[in-house]
Structures are given as structure tokens and as C-alpha cells.
Nanobody, 122 residues
């Protein structure tokens, strides 16, 4: 079982930036970030393919967030710029255990982190 350890959440003001990190304990393939706002379902944020740098984003974060992975450090990142109050949520790192393409469905991911809180004040 691969463990995903997230870090980097916090309380910021609108317009600020944050960078989330996720460190898997073993081999993973496509990795993604999801988020769950209060009273809402877990929603796709961004994903990165395990080969190359192909990335995918939800429309709500496109142009503001950047997902990346450092294979040498085996770490996934989510750089979040121009944060808005509506970005407030618990952010989860997710990974697939076999070589399948990206998906925006939480059910398609095998490993999950514990979540890190991001709060953006207006």
C-alpha cells in the first residue's frame, strides 16, 4: 500500500499564493489533486500524466494553478496563485497504482492522502 503525505496548506488572503506538496512512499502513475469544500463533494482540480508533462485542469483553476511532479524527488506539487475565497477546501493528493490515463473521477484513483486544509479569506 502506497502512502501519500501532503503538506503546504494554510490560511491566506485572497490574491495570495500557496504551494502544496505530496510525497508518495512508493511507485505511482498518474497523480492528481482533488478538493472538498464544506458541504460539497470531492472535486477534481488537476492531474499530471506519469510520462512527460501532460497536465489537465478543472476550468475553475485553469490559468491560476499549476500541477507538476519532480520524479527525482518523487514529489507532486500544486502551485496555487491568485487564490480566491471559493478555493477554500480540503485538498487531497491522489494516485493511480497502474498505468492508466488521467481521470477526473475520484473513484479511478487508488491511493489518497490525508488532506490538507486551504483557507482563503476575503
Amino acid at each position: 500500500q502506497v502512502q501519500l503525505v501532503e503538506s503546504g496548506g494554510g490560511l491566506v488572503q485572497a490574491g495570495d499564493s500557496l504551494r502544496l506538496s505530496c510525497a508518495p512512499s512508493g511507485r505511482t502513475f498518474t497523480m492528481a489533486w482533488f478538493r472538498r469544500a464544506p458541504g460539497k463533494e470531492r472535486m477534481f482540480v488537476a492531474a499530471v500524466h506519469w510520462i512527460g508533462d501532460r497536465t489537465y485542469y478543472a476550468d475553475s483553476v485553469k490559468g491560476r494553478f499549476t500541477i507538476s511532479r519532480d520524479n527525482a524527488k518523487n514529489t507532486l506539487y500544486l502551485q496555487m496563485n491568485s487564490l480566491k475565497p471559493e478555493d477554500t477546501a480540503v485538498y487531497y493528493c491522489a494516485a493511480r497504482r497502474i498505468a492508466l490515463p488521467y481521470s477526473d473521477s475520484p473513484g479511478q484513483y487508488d491511493y489518497w492522502g490525508q488532506g490538507t486544509q486551504v483557507t482563503v479569506s476575503s
